[in-house]
Antibody
Framework: QVQLQESGPGLVKPSQTLSLTCTVS??????????WSWIRQPAGKGLEWIGR???????NYNPSLKSRVTISVDTSKNQFSLKLSSVTAADTAVYYC????????????????WGQGTTVTVSS | DIQMTQSPSSVSASVGDRVTITCRAS??????LAWYQQKPGKAPKLLIY???SLQSGVPSRFSGSGSGTDFTLTISSLQPEDFATYYC????????FGPGTKVDIK
């Protein structure tokens, strides 16, 4: 079965770029019609969708973060990545990657596989 | 962007209780809604997709209903492992989650 694992620095300095990678195991990132998403959760708060990349390479981003976010995929490594630039303390959160099964006519199939999450702290 | 609200924000209940959580979208989203359960320190877990379809492996005491703007998650008989926070999520891009409903022990 497909599993996801986030990796990247746990500490990032203010104004720098946060870079995380999600490694997909147990299946090919380019097979099927999936979106590959990033979601974050500040301590004690709710979930915030950051953005996603489709199997075709097309992307959707949260408008509140769009100017700072890039999501890309590396099919040769079976990974997808998140870059968030110009970070501040407000970007401190647990970051999750997830597989989004997408849509079919009037149905949405939800995010069925999640990584365990990785904590990123923005501090000097 | 579509805004999601949930009520109540928290509920105290006992094992065996029936619990109902409501989610409302600021505009119609058809059945583009999912429900997730999250326990402390863990990733969210998909419970319901397409508003009312039970994800494989999820106990049948969980059910979802609704379409358009109003949705409901029901736990028919609360079990000890169900104490958690529940989130609804709409899938009209940009995607968005509700603020969550915490179910704790009475």
């Amino acid at each position: 079965q497909v599993q996801l694992q986030e990796s990247g620095p746990g500490l990032v300095k203010p104004s720098q770029t946060l870079s995380l990678t999600c490694t997909v195991s147990g299946g090919s990132i380019s097979s099927g019609s999936y979106y590959w998403s990033w979601i974050r959760q500040p301590a004690g708060k709710g979930l915030e969708w950051i953005g996603r990349i489709y199997t075709s390479g097309s992307t959707n981003y949260n408008p509140s973060l769009k100017s700072r976010v890039t999501i890309s995929v590396d099919t040769s490594k079976n990974q997808f990545s998140l870059k968030l630039s110009s970070v501040t303390a407000a970007d401190t959160a647990v970051y999750y990657c997830a597989r989004d099964r997408g849509y079919s006519s009037s149905y949405y199939y939800g995010m069925d596989v999640w990584g365990q999450g990785t904590t990123v702290t923005v501090s000097s | 962007d579509i805004q999601m609200t949930q009520s109540p924000s928290s509920v105290s209940a006992s094992v065996g209780d029936r619990v109902t959580i409501t989610c409302r979208a600021s505009q119609g989203i058809s059945s583009w809604l999912a429900w997730y359960q999250q326990k402390p320190g863990k990733a969210p877990k998909l419970l319901i997709y397409a508003a009312s379809s039970l994800q494989s492996g999820v106990p049948s005491r969980f059910s979802g209903s609704g379409s358009g703007t109003d949705f409901t998650l029901t736990i028919s008989s609360l079990q000890p492992e169900d104490f958690a926070t529940y989130y609804c999520q709409q899938a009209n891009s940009p995607l968005g989650f509700g603020p969550g409903t915490k179910v704790d022990i009475k």
